[in-house]
C-alpha cells in the first residue's frame, strides 16, 4: 500500500482543453456541423503549442465527437444520447470532480491468453493478453475496482508498461485512439473477495460497468469497473436528437 500523498494537482492543460471542448459539444453550444476553431486559434486561446491542441483533437475524434478533415478543419459529430449516458470517464477525473484526493494501485499484472471473451467476437482464445487488476481511490478509500484486459497483439507496447504511474485506461488511451466502443451496465452484489477490496459489505450493491473497444475492427481491451453502488451515480446530460 502506498503512503498517503498530497492533494491531487490541478488538471493539466491538456486536459482543461479536452473538457472545454467537451462540454462546448456535449453541452449543444456546438452543435453538429459547427466548424471547431483551427488548431492554431485554439493554440492561441489556450496559450499552449498545437502539439497540446492536435492530441485534443486527435481523442475527440477518436471518441466520435468531431470529424476532422484535412484542409477544412475539424466539424462537430451529430451526438446520440444513449453514448452520453454510457460514457465511462477517467476515473481519475471522477474523483478531481468531487474534491477528492485521487491516487491508484496496481493489485495484479500478468500475461496469458484471452480466453473466450464474448460471443461473435473473432478474437482467438489462444491471443496473447495483459490481465492487469487495479484499485482506484478517493480520500485514501476505495472507489472503484478495475479489471482489464489488454489484447497484445493490438498493443504490444504494453507488455512493457508497469501502469505505475499511469492508469491503464489514461495510458491506452494516450496511446491507441480507439475507433468503436461497447459499454455495458450492470447491478451486482458483492462476493466476499470485491467487498474486500472496496470495503464494504459482502453483498451489498455494486455497480459495474464493462467497456470493450476496437481499433478499426481489431479488439484492444476490455475493463470492467466496479463501484459500490451506495456511493456512485450516473448523469448525463444532452439535448435531443433532431432527425
Known amino acids: 500500500m502506498e503512503d498517503d500523498g498530497p492533494r491531487s ?4 492543460l491538456h486536459e482543461t482543453i479536452r473538457h472545454d471542448l467537451e462540454r462546448r459539444i456535449l453541452s449543444g453550444d456546438w452543435p453538429p456541423g459547427y466548424k471547431i476553431p483551427s488548431e492554431l486559434d485554439l493554440s492561441e486561446i489556450y496559450g499552449c503549442s498545437r502539439m497540446t491542441v492536435n492530441k485534443v483533437m486527435t481523442q475527440l475524434a477518436a471518441a466520435g465527437l468531431i470529424l476532422r478533415r484535412r484542409r477544412v478543419g475539424s466539424v462537430v459529430l451529430p451526438q446520440k444520447s444513449l453514448n452520453a449516458v454510457l460514457e465511462i470517464h477517467d476515473v481519475k477525473e471522477e474523483v478531481l ?3 477528492g484526493w485521487y491516487r491508484h494501485q496496481i493489485l495484479s499484472r500478468r500475461y496469458g491468453s484471452a480466453g473466450r471473451i464474448w460471443p461473435g467476437e473473432a478474437l482467438s482464445e489462444e491471443a496473447p493478453a495483459l ?3 487495479c484499485l482506484h481511490f478517493s480520500d485514501n478509500m476505495p472507489f472503484c475496482l478495475e479489471a482489464r484486459m489488454i489484447f497484445l497483439d493490438a498493443v504490444p507496447e504494453a507488455k512493457a508498461e508497469t501502469f505505475t504511474d499511469t492508469a491503464p485506461g489514461v495510458w491506452l488511451l494516450e496511446h491507441v485512439p480507439w475507433s468503436e466502443a ?6 451486482v452484489n458483492a462476493d466476499a ?3 474486500d477490496l472496496l470495503k ?3 453483498g451489498a450493491a455494486c455497480l459495474t460497468m464493462t467497456r470493450r473497444t476496437w481499433k478499426n475492427g481489431e479488439a484492444v481491451t476490455m475493463a470492467s469497473f466496479s ?3 451506495a456511493q456512485h451515480k450516473m448523469q448525463a446530460r444532452f439535448t435531443p436528437a433532431h432527425g
Open 182 to 187: 461497447v459499454n455495458e451496465i450492470a447491478a
Open 131 to 133: 490481465h492487469v487488476t
Open 9 to 12: 494537482a490541478p488538471k493539466s
Open 227 to 229: 463501484y459500490p453502488g
Open 200 to 202: 464494504i459489505s459482502p
Open 193 to 195: 473477495a470485491l467487498a
Open 97 to 99: 470532480s468531487r474534491g
